[in-house]
């Protein structure tokens, strides 16, 4: 299996297996990524699984996963085409609304220049097959403003001068 | 004005720098077309018909000598010796080569200008009312929230890859010259009972191929929940906007599908979440950014100010028409905002040359108190100008062929730029409002029209406005053949109202009579000249005209 998560220290493997639509509820021990709404449909046929993540799709409410939460190991949001942009919103509804503290993974079209504004929604992991997003995250290029312009999702940005609205990474002296 | 401090400046080259980056990954194909084009259009980087285009922010319109003068410069360096100012108030270069667009956004950078969000699908350049902080009608200066709103919306995370674009507009008077009820959100600054600003707040306007007027959400929001209350709107929509049509991705497409009741409480619903938190503007930091663009010092007018500019007037007819036309009443005493109209007869609209740029900053630097705007109708503005100083700025502007008297009169159009330039366009426009231009521009005749909007598109995409003139232009395509349609009763103002097709097309040799018929049937029809044309045509609605263009009502 090819390492193509990356995450703050690096990549790692995808250890999650996806439940298809019409595949039954295994009963051996297992990470398992469920869609949301197959999920919201009957939760309880899953009370048994021990590691359960979900999967996000454009268009889905994430708001109806509140119940829940604390049940998944991760949420994974997926971008069928990066330039759809709901994703964004979900991840912020999840982390700011909702509370949601576990792993909050992109998974679909990812690619390097949306990876910085994804991270300020609040996504902290990132499922990467394009090349060449490969090649520059593991070279440590991730061509960022590292100024930001508005209150946002991610817990490692603090105030900048001051409008309220400003903010700069932690650990940047501005 | 605003002017950058150091976050601003750091976050601005950070821009430029992250721009470059993605050229060379462009140019090194580690970015694709598709991967790349919304990156370079998040830049204000076009692929036009022949080459590429582009466009930089002029944040509500507002600029000064020297910005103007690296407007020039560029122009001359990069471009053909001249720059297109547009209906959203920026500037567009049309012969940049892809590879100089960094260093020219670098140079831009050094003047406290950018090309961010000049286009794609985010929020776009926030605009206002061209006469702002000089207009004697208005209840508060716009730019301040306008400048709030462009920093706020800058590099949004969540709002970067929206359905379609949106565009917000600010008014700060109750007669309308930002057309915000044609914005995805519009603004109008106003005062409660007890005198606290406040916003009427506008959504769902917007014109292209299916124009809408925007709906009221709200009759008074206050200042302080200004960016919270966008944040609602925005998530609403990303969240809920059609993203399996890009001609029904904008917001008027979900205000109409989903319906003012609804979509107002889900915003509402939102904003129940959102405010009261981080986006709550403190008043402090209002009066901070408010402060940037306190009115300039104001001399006092002297004694015989006044009768002196009457006399001049006296003395020279040009000028007295000149005063008439492209004079805009004025705050202060002995002041005016002037009008520098880019539409000289038989012109490209909205185009001036590098040297034209310059001349325009010197006389602001000398009798404007360094302050120039763009208007959306494609017209430059010095707003702070005495009375006293017009027949000098007069005299300078005819040496440089900028002194047309045509401001709201009907060569003052609007034009897309058409089949010579959009890879989009059907049909072309410059070279129909050049020949508009010039039929009707015969000494005394526009004049005797009186205020007259003529809007011109060469798509049904309506970058020309046509659905909010007074007499709408629309060039189609037809079996090889351009055809133009012709709208009428179109306003962009706070009665706003979109054009109503009149009948069949006429032919690119026909149109400009088919105009003339137009305007010849109001002037045999209105009750006196101070009846103008959009209050003539609301009294006796089409009936005359197509009697007139077609021989059957």
């Known amino acids: 299996m090819q390492a193509d998560i990356y995450k703050e220290n690096g990549f790692s493997i995808d250890d999650w297996q996806l439940l298809e639509e019409d595949q039954a509820v295994p009963t051996e021990p297992g990470r398992f990524l469920v869609s949301l709404e197959r999920f919201v ?6 009370a048994d699984l021990r590691e359960i993540a979900i999967l996000v799709r454009a268009g889905d409410d994430v708001t109806v996963l509140a119940p829940h939460l604390d049940r998944f190991t991760m949420v994974a949001i997926e971008f069928a085409a990066f330039s759809d942009g709901r994703g964004y919103s979900s991840a912020r509804l999840l982390r700011q609304r909702l509370c949601y503290r576990g792993e909050l993974r992109a998974v679909g079209d990812v690619l390097l220049d949306q990876i910085p504004l994804m991270r300020r929604c609040g996504f902290d992991a990132f499922k ?6 490969r090649r520059a995250l593991e070279t440590g290029h991730l061509a960022e403003v590292p100024l930001y312009l508005q209150p946002a999702a991610r817990p490692d940005e603090q105030p900048a001068g001051a409008r309220a609205w400003a903010r700069s990474p932690v650990g940047l002296a501005r | 004005m605003y002017r950058y401090d150091e976050f601003d400046e750091s976050f601005v080259s950070s821009r430029v720098a992250q721009f470059r980056d993605q050229v060379r990954r462009r140019l090194s194909g580690d970015l694709s077309e598709d991967q790349f084009k919304p990156l370079r259009l998040m830049n204000g980087v076009y692929l036009q018909l022949h080459a590429y285009m582009l466009r930089v922010a002029i944040p509500y319109g507002t600029l000064n000598a020297r910005q103007m003068r690296k407007l020039a410069e560029v122009a ?14 920026n500037i567009q270069f049309n012969w940049p080569r892809l590879q100089d667009v960094p260093d020219i956004l670098a140079e831009l950078a050094e003047v406290e200008m950018h090309a961010i969000q000049t286009s794609g699908n985010c929020i776009r350049n926030v605009t206002a009312d061209h006469f702002a902080g000089a207009a004697a009608d208005e209840v508060a200066d716009p730019r301040p929230y306008a400048e709030i709103l462009r920093q706020w919306s800058s590099l949004h995370p ?31 600054l106003v005062r409660d009972e007890a005198g606290s600003i406040g916003f009427t707040v506008f959504v769902g306007g917007g014109l292209g191929r299916t124009p809408m007027v925007a709906r009221k959400v709200r009759d008074f929001l206050p200042e302080t929940d200004l960016l919270a209350y966008t944040e609602a709107i925005l998530r609403v929509y990303n969240r809920y906007g059609r993203r399996d049509n890009k001609y029904k991705a904008r917001v008027k497409i979900l205000m109409h599908e989903t319906g003012l009741d609804t979509l107002r409480a889900d915003i509402e619903r939102e904003f129940e979440e959102v405010r009261s938190g981080v986006l709550d503007l403190p008043k402090a930091e209002v009066d901070r950014i408010t402060a940037y663009f306190a009115p300039p010092p104001f001399a006092q007018e002297e004694a015989g100010d006044a ?12 000028l007295a028409v000149f005063a008439e036309r492209n004079l805009a009443p004025h705050k202060a005493p002995g002041y005016a905002s002037l009008t520098i109209s880019l539409k000289p007869i038989g012109e490209a609209p909205g185009d001036a040359s590098a040297e034209q740029m310059e001349l325009v900053a010197d006389l602001a630097e ?20 005495r009375r006293a100083d017009v027949p000098e700025i007069f005299r300078r502007l005819r040496g440089a062929g900028l002194a047309e008297a045509n401001a709201g009169l009907i060569t003052d159009i609007i ?25 009707f521009a015969a000494s005394g005749r526009q004049q005797e029209i009186g205020d007259l909007k003529v809007k ?14 007074h007499i709408g232009i629309l060039g189609v395509e037809k079996k090889g053949e351009e055809y133009y349609q012709i709208t009428l009763g179109g306003s962009g103002d706070e009665n706003t109202a979109i054009g109503q097709i009149v009948g069949r097309g006429f032919s690119y040799d026909g149109i400009v009579d088919a105009v003339e018929t137009v305007v010849d049937t109001y002037l045999g029809l209105r009750q006196s000249p101070q009846e103008d044309f959009l209050a003539a045509y609301r009294r006796v609605g089409d009936a005359p005209f197509k009697e007139a263009l077609y021989g059957t009502a």
């Open chain 1, 41 to 46: 449909a009957a939760p309880e046929a899953f």
């Open chain 1, 128 to 133: 990467v097959v394009h090349e060449p997003t």
């Open chain 2, 76 to 89: 001359r360096t990069y471009d053909r010796g001249y720059g297109h100012f547009t209906t959203r108030q």
């Open chain 2, 158 to 188: 969540e709002f970067s890859f929206l359905p379609r674009k949106f565009k917000i507009a600010v008014t700060g008077a109750a007669h309308d010259r930002a057309a915000v009820q044609v914005h995805d959100i519009g603004l109008q």
């Open chain 2, 307 to 318: 009768d002196a500019f009457a006399q001049a007037l006296d003395s020279d007819p040009a």
């Open chain 2, 366 to 385: 000398t009798f404007g108190h360094d302050e120039i705007r763009v208007s959306h109708e494609q017209n430059l503005v010095l707003p702070h100008v």
């Open chain 2, 415 to 439: 034009a897309c730029p058409g089949m010579d330039y959009c890879a989009l366009a059907t049909a072309r426009s410059i070279p129909v409002a050049q020949r508009i231009s010039e039929r």
């Open chain 2, 456 to 469: 011109i598109s060469g798509c049904i995409n309506a970058c020309g406005h046509h659905h909010v003139g």
